[in-house]
């Protein structure tokens, strides 16, 4: 089962920022946080991971809590393109690639 | 270039009929995964091999057996196959084992078992 808690859906604006909650209060101490995306009808894509700090690339920023009990993924500047479903993980580093993917968040950015 | 390419797109056979689906990887990856989509969305792993060597086997009934000729290639077989079968299965990649390696996902084959 799924260790992480997101919202089923989320809107947002198109050029606004898109911040998508998860919550991972039963978080291990060396379980990572992963973001992943799924555009329909293609397989996911990855967006960043994170252990404790908060971290950033390209595509977006990840902002884990203190307590490592909750994060949020932001998408700065959102495109109509990042429509997708959102998922985030919560996987230990030694699982062999395990990993387990729950309901996520699918997020519609209307113009 | 595709990174990781998956044949056939679509698959459509009558119950109990044996398929396969192949997957290839161009990324000089060393791990190779196939995940299930079922029809409600949720995406479950059911295999992973490192090295040619089969890592995860997700209590996956053994009808499907996966099999991988060389690292950037892992197939999946399936025997005898059931309607709850019908699923998209995608095909993914990462450089090893370690839970930090960004997978790579194919594009998915959607099975129908009719």
């Known amino acids: 089962d799924a260790k992480t808690t997101q919202p089923t859906s989320m809107d947002c604006a198109e050029g606004r920022a898109a911040n998508l909650p998860c919550n991972h209060s039963?978080?291990?101490?060396?379980?990572?946080v992963y973001w992943y995306r799924q555009i329909h009808s293609q397989g996911p894509q990855y967006i960043i991971h994170?252990?404790?700090n908060n971290e950033t690339n390209e595509m977006a920023s990840l902002i884990i809590t203190e307590d490592r009990k909750s994060s949020t993924l932001i998408l700065p500047h959102a495109t109509l393109r990042d429509t997708a479903v959102y998922y985030c993980?919560?996987?230990?580093?030694?699982?062999?690639?395990?990993?387990?993917f729950g309901q996520g968040t699918e997020l519609s950015v209307k113009p | 270039d595709t990174a990781v390419s998956q044949t056939p797109k679509y698959l459509v056979t009558q119950m109990g009929n044996d398929k396969s689906i192949k997957c290839e990887q161009n990324?000089?990856?060393?791990?190779m995964y196939w995940y299930k989509q079922d029809s409600k969305k949720f995406l479950k792993i059911m295999f992973s091999?490192?090295?040619?060597?089969?890592?995860i086997n997700e209590t996956v009934p053994n009808r499907f057996s996966p099999k991988s000729p060389d690292k950037a290639h892992l197939n999946l077989h399936i025997n005898s196959l059931e309607l709850g079968d019908s699923a998209v299965y995608f095909c993914?990649?990462?450089?090893?084992?370690?839970?930090?390696?960004?997978?790579?996902f194919g594009p998915g084959t959607r099975l129908t078992v009719l």
């Open positions: 993914a990649s990462s450089q090893t084992i370690a839970g930090t390696d960004t997978q790579y």
């Open positions: 039963t978080i291990s101490g060396n379980e990572y």
């Open positions: 994170g252990l404790k």
């Open positions: 993980i919560v996987s230990p580093y030694n699982q062999g690639g395990k990993l387990i």
């Open positions: 990324l000089g990856h060393d791990t």
């Open positions: 091999y490192n090295n040619k060597e089969l890592i």
